[in-house]
């Protein structure tokens, strides 16, 4: 984006007209552990007193339909929820952030691993949210945009009838909390094996998502809400 900034006539229209708040690793120690030990790690790491597992699913900690369907009480299932919502500090303070500044912000994405996909509300329930109309047809210009630098095909839909049932999550709490385009990036996997990846790897990854963000971006500066 800053590279392309003088050059890019739509690039230097969506930097001037928005702030954008970018967080490169939401769940860190999670991020470390899946390095370190275990490739498919995805929880957090916080300890629990009663037994030996470690870690929430943070995407699975907000306070909407919170440990509903798609969930789990079990402190050992990848989709365990938490004692209670937002019991996880990173969620807690994301939350703090976006409910600080929720009149502002008209657009939240979020980018998980793996599958291919870009997903919208509703994860929890199936049904069709307000504003539809401009949220896929949203969707549907990014997976192009997204599909024009490689080929690489993405699935769009809402999250429960695209992917699955799930409750908790950040994309689901955004769009209840008044951020009316809420997004969530099922990325394909570039894999990482305990060494830096090769830029080959990495680039296609980065080069077509940030096309479809853009994409989306430019489709908010039109006001469709």
């Known amino acids: ?7 890019d006539p739509a690039m230097r229209k969506m930097l001037t007209q928005l702030y ?32 030996r597992c470690h870690g929430v699913d943070a995407n699975r900690n907000w306070k909407v339909k919170w440990c509903d369907e798609g969930a789990s009480f079990h402190p050992c299932d990848d989709t365990y929820c938490g004692p209670f919502p937002e019991s996880e500090p990173e969620v807690k303070a994301v939350a703090h952030f976006l409910r600080k500044h929720r009149k502002q912000i008209k657009a939240y994405l ?3 691993a793996y599958a291919q996909m870009l997903l919208y509300p509703y994860s929890y329930k199936y049904a069709t949210i307000p504003n539809f109309s401009c949220v896929e047809s949203a969707a549907y210009n990014a997976v192009n945009a997204l599909q024009s630098a ?17 409750s908790g999550s950040s994309m689901d709490w955004a769009y209840k909390n008044g951020i009316p ?3 969530a990036f099922e990325l ?11 830029e080959m790897l990495i680039k296609p990854t980065c080069t077509e998502t940030m096309l479809a963000v853009k994409n989306i971006t430019l489709h908010l500066l039109k006001k469709c809400h």
């Open 1 to 7: 984006a800053l590279q392309t900034y003088q050059t």
């Open 20 to 51: 954008f708040y970018i967080m490169p690793v939401f769940n860190v120690d999670g991020y470390h552990f899946s390095w370190t030990n275990d490739r498919f790690w995805r929880k957090t790491r916080s300890k629990n007193t009663r037994f």
């Open 110 to 112: 979020s980018f998980h």
């Open 150 to 166: 490689y080929g690489v095909r993405y699935r769009y839909g809402p999250a429960s009838s695209t992917l699955y049932v799930s």
């Open 181 to 183: 385009y809420a997004f």
């Open 188 to 198: 394909r996997d570039t894999g990482h094996f305990g060494f830096l990846l090769p």
